[in-house]
């Protein structure tokens, strides 16, 4: 039984382009979270989202970040014309039910900006 | 606004003495705090939580605790291990709140053989 999976585990973008952030969930969790951790900093929530619906984005930046979760394949998150300052880890979890104890994280994705 | 304080940047035990992890926090909505353990280059992995009604839960060598008068919480590791060392976590959830955690900056913890 895989845990969540995310990938890539390292990515490297130019300013200006897109990165794309890719998190399956474990099997039987059809709920998500994308989290962000800035170095030396604890995790910062950015997203909940269920299959097809986004239930909370509050800390979600509101520019050039997007993210969804489609009723077959992995959710994305998604930053477009990215900048020096998205440079970060980026964890997704996922749990069975919104209750948020029963998280499981994935490895990360960590994304450098150059 | 940090609402889950780790004021503890590094804490460094020897093997087989207690570790003490402690958290404070700002925020009286909070109903749940959990506990998680993270290694380089892996994602958090969880340790132990406290619902608010309570003020004490064990799990093995783990033994979370929790203060509400005082806002503050502690991770007890008895006895600590080689294996323990990593950076650990303290996160809270806001009641009513659908499993946005918010969590403190992290305390690393060294336990020497």
């Known amino acids: 039984n895989a845990g969540v999976m995310q990938n890539p585990r390292h990515l490297v973008r130019r300013r200006g382009q897109e990165a794309r952030l890719r998190c399956s969930p474990m099997?039987?969790?059809?709920?998500v979270y994308w989290y962000r951790q800035l170095p030396e900093e604890g995790l910062k929530f950015m997203v909940y989202?269920?299959?097809?619906?986004?239930?909370?984005e509050s800390g979600m930046p509101k520019e050039r970040f997007s993210a969804e979760f489609p009723k077959e394949g992995p959710s994305i998150l998604r930053i477009q014309q990215v900048v020096r300052g998205d440079s970060a880890a980026y964890f997704c979890?996922?749990?069975?039910?919104?209750?948020?104890?029963?998280?499981?994280f994935g490895s990360g994705t960590r994304l450098t900006v150059v | 606004d940090q609402q889950v304080k780790q004021n503890s940047p590094s804490l460094s035990v020897q093997e087989g003495r207690i570790s003490i992890l402690n958290c404070d926090y700002t925020?009286?909505?909070?109903?749940?705090f959990l506990w998680y353990k993270k290694y380089p280059a892996e994602g958090p992995t969880f340790l132990i939580s406290?619902?608010?009604?309570?003020d004490k839960n064990e799990d093995g060598r783990f033994t979370v605790f929790l203060n509400k008068s005082a806002k503050h919480l502690s991770l007890h590791i008895v006895p600590s291990q080689p294996g323990d060392s990593a950076v650990y976590f303290c996160?809270?959830?806001?009641?009513?709140?659908?499993?946005?955690?918010?969590f403190g900056k992290g305390t690393k913890l060294s336990v020497k053989p």
């Open positions: 099997k039987g969790h059809s709920h």
């Open positions: 979890a996922s749990s069975a039910s919104g209750e948020g104890s029963g998280y499981t």
């Open positions: 406290i619902s608010s009604i309570k």
């Open positions: 925020n009286s909505m909070f109903d749940y």
């Open positions: 989202l269920q299959k097809e619906n986004i239930i909370d």
């Open positions: 996160a809270a959830k806001r009641g009513g709140s659908q499993g946005n955690l918010i």
